[in-house]
């Protein structure tokens, strides 16, 4: 692109009609207008290009191709259906007929993303996503990142995944956790929507004019989100209608990117979609009910010394186990505990084996516990602990987390 064409493209298409200003923070309306008037208020709208009818798709599948792109060392697969652009206004009762599509991905993206914890998955990666683009087309996909050499072994293996979805639905269990760990979220963000930064706000507002949305206090979100979960608990059917409809897999547009195996061509990626459209799909197993081992590790303690700093608001403790606690309420993030404990040791005392820092971390991270692997502790926890993180620094362990007063 050259000087001239970037230049020309700016003036064409920056223009005020075009703006929306946006000022949040601790200010009076007033001043924001007078801020607004200063310092865009010399600009002047000049004639530019209309806006392009952007049409319609002409072909909506199927289809595929092969692009490579050796700097990418892994084979990313993505199978698509597409359809006309459909304009939903956002309101209440458009939200609540969508949240059984919304939860059917959550459902599959759970499958998917406990599936790439077993040591035999064929991927590395996979998520199911639905949306629409420039407001052209609204598209439903399937993303899989794989080793070059099982391309073909994880496009079948998320492709069945998905296609047993479509024939048998979900499980209750299923259902239960994703409402569960949404209906957590939404109340971590009631809890801090008074805290919630003028940043944060700005960039909020910015993505629903970006996706043609309003911006909504929590308590809406929430009545939307109840009403969908009456609908999907009535009905959990819905959840699976929906996937039907949206995987037409005869329609199936696939793009086969990043490092291709030599000799792989169109042909081929079209040859082993359509194998895995045959392959038969059993249903999924009903899971057990999960209860958690460690409700009771032992007896508690004592506190034999208590002291405060008072410069700095801290409270600090000392327990008959030697445990020390330091305890700092907080005021501008409401709905939210911070909990991180160090213990002495850290990465200067591991073995000096190149490497090991980094293993530990990941295995700690992936491990679970004796009595529940990473997997289950997810659906023990589902919706009360909102991160759990690892690290070592030079001189101590720390195990980090969040979550709410509450929990």
């Not at 924001?32 to 952007?54: C, H, I, L, S, T």
């Not at 304009?87 to 009762?93: G, V």
């Not at 993303?113 to 439903?140: E, H, N, W, Y």
Request: contains cysteine; negative net charge.
């Amino acid at each position: 692109a050259t000087y001239e064409t970037i230049r020309n493209f700016y003036q064409e298409n920056y223009l005020p009609r075009r703006m929306t200003v946006i000022v949040t923070g601790d200010f009076k309306p007033e001043q924001a207008k007078q801020w607004v008037e200063k310092y865009f208020g010399d600009m002047r709208d000049v004639p530019g290009k209309p806006n392009e009818d952007r049409g319609k798709i002409k072909d909506l599948g199927p289809g595929q191709v092969v692009i490579p792109n050796p700097e990418n060392a892994q084979t990313n697969i993505s199978i698509n259906v597409v359809d006309h652009y459909t304009h939903r206004p956002d309101t209440i009762e458009q939200r609540v007929k969508d949240f059984p599509g919304s939860m059917c991905r959550a459902m599959l993206n759970q499958r998917l993303a406990r599936m790439t914890r077993q040591p035999d998955c064929p991927f590395l990666a996979a998520r199911i996503a639905k949306g629409s683009d420039m407001q052209v087309m609204d598209a439903f996909s399937v993303n899989v990142s794989a080793e070059p050499g099982k391309w073909k072994e994880a496009m079948r293996a998320v492709t069945e995944e998905v296609r047993r979805a479509a024939k048998y639905g979900f499980t209750k269990q299923e259902l239960d956790e994703v409402i569960t760990s949404a209906r957590a979220g939404l109340s971590q963000l009631q809890s801090t929507w008074a805290t919630v930064s003028a940043k944060e706000m700005a960039s909020s507002i910015i993505d629903c004019l970006d996706e043609d949305e309003l911006i909504t206090a929590p308590e809406e979100d929430i009545r939307a989100f109840e009403e969908g979960v009456k609908l999907v608990q009535a009905h959990p059917e819905l959840c699976q209608q929906e996937l039907v409809n949206d995987f037409k897999s005869d329609r199936a547009r696939i793009i086969l990117t990043g490092t291709v195996p030599e000799g792989v061509d169109a042909d081929q990626v079209r040859k082993a979609y359509d194998a895995a459209l045959k392959t038969e799909v059993a249903k999924p197993a009903d899971q057990k009910e999960l209860k958690f081992a460690y409700d009771k590790v032992g007896e508690p303690g004592s506190i034999i010394v208590q002291d405060t700093i008072e410069d700095i608001g801290v409270t600090t403790l000392t327990l008959s186990n030697g445990v020390r606690v330091n305890l700092k309420p907080i005021d501008y993030k409401k709905g939210t505990i911070a909990v991180a404990a160090a213990v002495d040791g850290g990465s200067l005392r591991l073995a000096g084996t190149p490497g090991l820092n980094t293993m530990t971390g990941a295995v700690m991270d992936m491990g679970g516990l004796e009595a529940h692997s990473v997997t289950d502790l997810e659906r023990i926890l589902a919706g009360h602990v909102a991160r759990v993180e690892f690290e070592a620094s030079q001189d101590r362990f720390i195990f980090g987390g969040g979550t709410t007063p509450q929990d």
